[in-house]
């Protein structure tokens, strides 16, 4: 496991770079994973990064080491280790949409009393990647990483109404237990007598720009949700004010929704400036 050639060598005229073959070959492992986009038993993920089994788990050893895939302990299967998910942060952190999102939220959260979420599409569905805690704590244990579900949820429904349909197909297929990528994943999960009604759910989203759950998933916690959607109308992420049943008013033209509507469109509309700022200071 020596050097070889690699580095970047796409530039016209450029000599090819000197690498580290061995690194590279690691990278395989980890490009398998998470192109698997579910943890992997390590037949599957030698066999995606077209390695044998015994090459592959040497390379398995020294990334687990590294802390950037771990092995679960009940399951066997391998998923992304802590430095991973700190490289992660680290990536999601200097994106506009985080960026602009969190002092709003942490506003937001001031503001109504009531705990925020940032949540981003993740392989297997809406996925917490900021909570803002204020107001009295929850019997419902949300946290950053946190999935939620697509059909039972405030957040999930708004990924729902406003993700391009092979996105929330896969997220469908992972939720349900299907094949990733499966044709028909949204109609499986989704009772064919109940597929209209829910479709008529995702057209008053649109229509109102907000989601709502009262007593769903968890009884005794309702939510808001709103769509952060950037300046080609698509969807960057979700805030979503959660609170307890009685206590957070989710109203759809209550003060609660109309503070969360303008958060969620102040972002919106930061995203959507961002690309002539940038071209006017170029120029």
Known sequence: MGKGAGGDDSAPGSKPQRGIQSVEVGGRVLLALAQARTPLALSDLATAAQLAPGQAHAYLVSLSRLGLIKRDDLSGRYEPGPLSLRLGLLHLENQPAFRAAVPRVAALAEAIGFSVAICIAGPQ?????????????????????????????????????????EVLDAMWANQSGAANGAIGALSAMT???????????????????????????????????APVLDGDGGLSLALTVIGSTGAIDVAADGPIARALLAAAHDIGAELAAAPSLLASSAT
Do not use: K
């Not at 759910?201 to 939510?223: K, M, Y």
């Open 125 to 165: 569905g809406p996925t917490i990647v900021h909570y803002e805690h204020a107001g009295f704590p929850l019997h419902v244990n949300l946290h950053v990483g946190t999935v939620m579900s697509l059909p039972a949820t405030s957040t999930g429904r708004v990924f729902c109404t406003y993700l391009p349909r």
């Open 191 to 225: 009772p064919p007598d109940e597929s209209a009604a829910f479709e008529a759910a995702l057209n008053e989203i649109r229509a109102r720009g907000l989601a709502r759950s009262v007593d769903a998933p968890s009884p005794g916690i309702s939510s808001l949700s």
